[in-house]
């Protein structure tokens, strides 16, 4: 049962613009949402991550928006560039624990 | 060196085979996890250790089993591999209190033919 939904699947963006990913999450009992950026034949590495008490994180182009009511977190990734170009994962931990449960994921394309 | 170590990087066996995929670990966290992705459904836990001596089942655990011989390494095997455990494997370790980062390692490519 997928307690992490991730949209969208696929995604083309043009060098420059804004790309953006979401993800919802429907259990309640989660204390921490990183995302995490794999390169083709790569393991994923963390980008950037959030605790619920926070409504927003910056570092760099990368932000998370972070929306505990909605049960909802995106990433937004500004001024796109073509080496961004990667899957992207967004995770949370269940409280209390050190385990992950993952989105599907979403592979980013940025057009040079 | 890499951190995080899996061996073998690419395996292609036959249905019925027995096979074993390795993790090494050098950040000496007592944490370990495999993980394997597949498109579409992104990456699913298969077993998880705290320690040495807390080996725990993830979400697709049947039909593979774990050992964890010391701190830093972690084993996967599947007993009787079958054509719907092809897939990417992923080892990952994660140390501390609180906040925490998953170190991945590279990935195995297992194919059952």
């Known amino acids: ?112 | 060196d890499a951190d995080v170590t899996q061996t073998p990087r690419n395996r292609i066996t036959k249905t019925g085979k027995r096979i074993m995929l390795e993790c090494s670990q050098t950040k000496g966290h007592d944490r370990m996890y495999w993980y394997r992705q597949d498109p579409g459904l992104g990456l699913r836990l298969i077993y998880y250790s705290f320690d040495v001596k807390d080996i725990n089942k993830g979400e697709i655990s049947d039909g593979y089993s774990v050992s964890r011989q010391a701190q830093a390494k972690f084993s996967l095997s599947l007993e009787s591999a079958i054509p719907n455990q092809t897939a990417l494997y992923f080892c990952a370790t994660s140390g501390g209190v609180g906040i925490d980062t998953q170190y991945f390692g590279p990935g195995t490519r297992l194919t059952v033919l």
């Open chain 1, 1 to 112: 049962q997928q307690q992490v939904k991730q949209s969208p699947q696929s995604l083309i963006v043009q060098k420059g613009g804004i790309s953006i990913i979401n993800c919802a999450y429907e259990n309640t009992a989660f204390d921490y949402f990183p995302w995490y950026q794999q390169f083709p034949g790569k393991g994923p590495a963390l980008l950037i991550a959030i605790r619920p008490d926070v409504s927003e994180k910056k570092e760099g182009r990368f932000t998370i928006s972070f929306n505990k009511s909605a049960k909802q977190f995106s990433l937004h990734i500004m001024d796109s560039q073509p080496g961004d170009s990667a899957t992207y994962f967004c995770a949370a931990r269940s409280s209390g624990t050190y385990k992950y449960i993952f989105g599907t994921g979403t592979r980013l394309k940025v057009l040079a």
